[in-house]
């Protein structure tokens, strides 16, 4: 399970202090698709970041899985965020200079999963995401759908128990956002991963839950 008490956390800016989240409490039950809602501002990527130990709230505490993230050493975080953790963000953040599945395996390798392996993963991974023909390619060869798509199974390459996604369907057309989701949902189920996702979008929050509602920091409501 993954729970959140008391989180809250402000930044500092040209705008004097901004409270991003205030006093959140919830809880996500392993294997849920959560979705986390809200205007742009309202505080959704500081809540999955605070989720996945990117961000240090200032006040509260996450416990994933039973651990408390932000008491483990800086060390020890990065090594619960490498093994558990899978991200997605809003333009994938592939790396320019890797092949796609090179992306793909970059977690693998973090990982010290290598050799016969490594490969077969990669393999499966692109038939999933039905892009074998662009195995070779570079980031910039792909179309928006197709980088999220690869985003999708490296997040997922290492079998994380936690998948993050920060409006992972944003710069995506209607279509082909519902078959990213798809894939991860398909992905996730296959492998018991959690999601949480941030996102505006209605059709993926009716069949979320929970769905977490956020407004100026605040949790308007969590539906069960
Ligand atoms: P959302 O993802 O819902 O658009 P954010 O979590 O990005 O919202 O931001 C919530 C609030 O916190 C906003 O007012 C934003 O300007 C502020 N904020 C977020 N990150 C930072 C930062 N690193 N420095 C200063 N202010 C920030
Ligand atoms: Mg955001």
Do not use: W
């Not at 205007?39 to 990117?54: A, E, R």
């Not at 995401?129 to 997040?155: C, F, W, Y």
Request: net charge positive; aromatic share 4%; proline share 3%.
């Amino acid at each position: 399970m993954i729970q959140l008490s008391h989180i809250t956390k402000s930044f500092r800016s040209g705008r004097g202090q901004v409270k991003a989240l205030s006093d959140i409490s919830l809880s996500v039950d392993i294997g849920r698709f959560a979705a986390i809602e809200g205007v742009s501002g309202s505080g959704k990527s500081t809540l999955l970041y605070c989720i996945g130990g990117l961000e240090k709230p200032d006040r509260g505490e996450v416990r994933c899985f039973g651990t408390i993230i932000h008491r483990l050493t800086p060390s020890k975080l990065s090594l619960f965020q490498r093994r558990h953790l899978g991200f997605i963000f809003q333009r994938g953040n592939l790396l320019s200079y890797l092949t796609v599945a090179e992306n793909i395996g970059m977690p693998l390798t973090l990982n010290g999963i290598v050799g016969k392996v490594r490969d077969k993963r990669i393999e499966a991974l692109l038939s999933d995401i039905d892009l074998k023909s662009a195995t070779n390619a570079l980031p910039h060869e792909l179309s928006g759908g197709e980088t999220q798509r690869v985003s999708v199974a490296r997040a997922i390459a290492h079998r994380p128990r936690l998948l993050l996604a920060d409006e992972p369907t944003a710069n995506l057309d209607t279509s082909t956002g519902r078959r990213v989701v798809q894939l991860m949902r398909d992905l996730a189920k296959d492998h018991g991963c959690t999601i949480i996702m941030a996102t505006h979008d209605k059709e993926i929050t009716d069949t979320a839950e929970p769905v977490i509602g956020l407004k100026d920091g605040q949790l308007i409501r969590e539906e069960k």
